[in-house]
C-alpha cells in the first residue's frame, strides 16, 4: 500500500457528462501528480500541483482541469467526456518535486460509453 | 524527438539468468532519469533514479542501473531474474518545456518483462 488513496475506484458514465475524481496523497507530501494511462497513448503526465499551487503542466486537455485544496488533496476534473477519455488516471504524490519519488495510487478506470 | 525511448515492447528471460530492460534519453541539460514496475492491475512503484554522481544506481528489489552519458541511455538491470520481476517497466525522465519554462515527467512506452520459470 502506497498510502495514497483514490476514489472511485470505477466510473462509468456517458459521452458530454462530467465527472470528478480524488486522490488523497501520502502524509506528509505536498505534491500531487495526476496520469492517464490508456492502451494508445501510454502514460502520459497530466499535471502537478505543490502544496495548492499549480506547479507543472504536461498533456492536459482544456476540457480537463484540476486542483489542490489546502488539506492536500486533489481533484481532477473531466468535462465533455468523450469516449477516447476512457483510460486508467493515476494519482501520485511526492514530498516536494519532480526529483522525488512519487508514490503512486491503485488508479480510477474511467470508461466513458 | 522523443524524450524517452524503450526500444522494447517486450523481453523475456529465464528465470536466475540477468536481465537489461532498456532505455535511451534526450532532453536538453542534466537528464534526470528514473524507472518505475507496473505490477497488473496496481499503480507503478518506484525503482530508483538517477540525479547526479556514481553512474550505477542500485534501486529497490535488487535491480540497478547504469546511466550512460555518451550513449544516453541508463539500462535497467538485475543479476538473477525471478519470475515475481515480470511486469511492466517504464522509464521516465524529467524535462524542461521550453515553452512555459516548467518541468514535467515525460514516460517510455514501457516494457514488458517475462521471466519463465
Known amino acids: 500500500d502506497s498510502g495514497v488513496t483514490q476514489t472511485p475506484k470505477h466510473l462509468i458514465t456517458a459521452t458530454g457528462q462530467r465527472v470528478t475524481l480524488r486522490c488523497s496523497p501520502r502524509?506528509?507530501?505536498?505534491?500531487v501528480y495526476w496520469y492517464q494511462q490508456s492502451l494508445d497513448q501510454g502514460l502520459q503526465f497530466l499535471i502537478q500541483y505543490y502544496n495548492g499551487e499549480e506547479r507543472a503542466k504536461g498533456n492536459i486537455l482544456e476540457r480537463f482541469s484540476a486542483q489542490q485544496f489546502p488539506d492536500l488533496h486533489s481533484e481532477l476534473n473531466l468535462s465533455s467526456l468523450e469516449l477516447g477519455d476512457s483510460a486508467l488516471y493515476f494519482c501520485?504524490?511526492?514530498?516536494?518535486?519532480?526529483?522525488?519519488?512519487?508514490?503512486f495510487g491503485p488508479g480510477t478506470r474511467l470508461t466513458v460509453l | 524527438a522523443q524524450s524517452v525511448a524503450q526500444p522494447e515492447d517486450q523481453v523475456n528471460v529465464a528465470e536466475g539468468n540477468p536481465l537489461t530492460v532498456k532505455c535511451t534519453y534526450s532532453?536538453?541539460?542534466?537528464?534526470?532519469l528514473f524507472w518505475y514496475v507496473q505490477y497488473p492491475n496496481r499503480g507503478l512503484q518506484f525503482l530508483l533514479k538517477y540525479i547526479t554522481g556514481d553512474n550505477l544506481v542500485k534501486g529497490s528489489y535488487g535491480f540497478e542501473a547504469e546511466f550512460n552519458k555518451s550513449q544516453t541511455s541508463f539500462h535497467l538491470k538485475k543479476p538473477s531474474a525471478l519470475v515475481s520481476d515480470s511486469a511492466l517497466y517504464f522509464c521516465?525522465?524529467?524535462?524542461?518545456?521550453?515553452?512555459?519554462?516548467?518541468?514535467?515527467?515525460?514516460f517510455g512506452t514501457g516494457t514488458r518483462l517475462k521471466v519463465l520459470a
Open positions: 521516465a525522465v524529467r524535462e524542461r518545456d521550453e515553452t512555459s519554462g516548467t518541468y514535467k515527467y515525460i
Open positions: 502524509s506528509g507530501d505536498l505534491s
Open positions: 501520485a504524490s511526492s514530498v516536494a518535486g519532480l526529483l522525488d519519488e512519487q508514490f
Open positions: 532532453v536538453s541539460g542534466n537528464p534526470y
